[in-house]
């Protein structure tokens, strides 16, 4: 079935330090990709996404692009800030958008 | 700003004790769904209503948990009774097409069963 793997943590980072958190996916077909950003004691927001393969998503200076020959949907942000410290989570929705999967989020914390 | 409402924030209660957990979706959002989420894993989705009919609840766990939207508005979600491995984040997300991708996300409430 459709799967998200994305890297384990918690991944503490510098302010101004690059960031990479990797995911890479397993699906039928042609799957919608999102990342979701978790802040301390809030509900899940969407921080990008990208609905066919070579689409670049950002927002807020973080990107990620569907890469279709390498499964990937990897989530980058070139100078980490410390209020970007949360939980981040890469999902996959099917091609119908009838099912959605979470991976099961990456801890980021960027320190001062 | 819109927000999906949930209530309450905390909950701790003891097995085998009935729990009941509350969302009030977007206004305007016809499709709400309810997810579990483990800590230190990814949300699952438990139900998912149209409207006022389930949808989906492959995943509802039927035997001690149930959902239900009367009015097509809000929402409660209830488990009884409830057992140890029960303790979780539950989030109510809401969104206006029907379509997961789409969703937005309450703030969740945290369970704890002792």
């Known amino acids: 079935g459709d799967s998200v793997t994305q890297m384990e943590g918690p991944v503490t980072l510098s302010e101004e330090a690059f960031l990479t958190i990797n995911c890479t996916y397993t699906a039928t077909g042609y799957p919608s990709l999102f990342w979701y950003v978790q802040y301390p004691g809030e509900g899940l927001q969407l921080l990008l996404k990208?609905?066919?393969?070579?689409d670049k998503g950002s927002n807020k200076g973080f990107e990620a692009t569907y890469r279709k020959e390498t499964t990937s949907f990897h989530l980058e942000k070139g100078s980490v800030q410390v209020s970007d410290s949360a939980v981040y989570f890469c999902?996959?929705?099917?091609?119908?958008?009838?099912?959605?999967?979470f991976g099961t989020g990456t801890s980021l914390t960027v320190i001062p | 700003e819109a927000e999906v409402a949930q209530s309450p924030r905390y909950k701790i209660t003891e097995k085998s004790q009935a729990v009941a957990f509350w969302c009030d979706p977007i206004s305007g959002h016809a499709t709400l769904y309810w997810y579990r989420q483990i800590l230190g894993q990814g949300p699952e989705l438990l139900v998912q209503f149209q409207d006022e009919s389930v949808v989906d609840d492959s995943q509802l766990p039927k035997d001690r948990f149930s959902a239900e939207r009367l009015k097509g508005v809000d929402s409660t979600l209830k488990i009884q009774p409830a057992e140890l491995g029960d303790s979780a984040m539950y989030l109510c997300?809401?969104?206006?097409?029907?379509?997961?991708?789409?969703?937005?996300f309450g703030p969740g409430t945290r369970l704890t069963v002792l």
């Open positions: 990208a609905t066919k393969a070579d």
């Open positions: 997300a809401s969104s206006p097409s029907g379509s997961l991708m789409e969703q937005f």
């Open positions: 999902a996959l929705s099917d091609n119908n958008g009838n099912q959605f999967y």
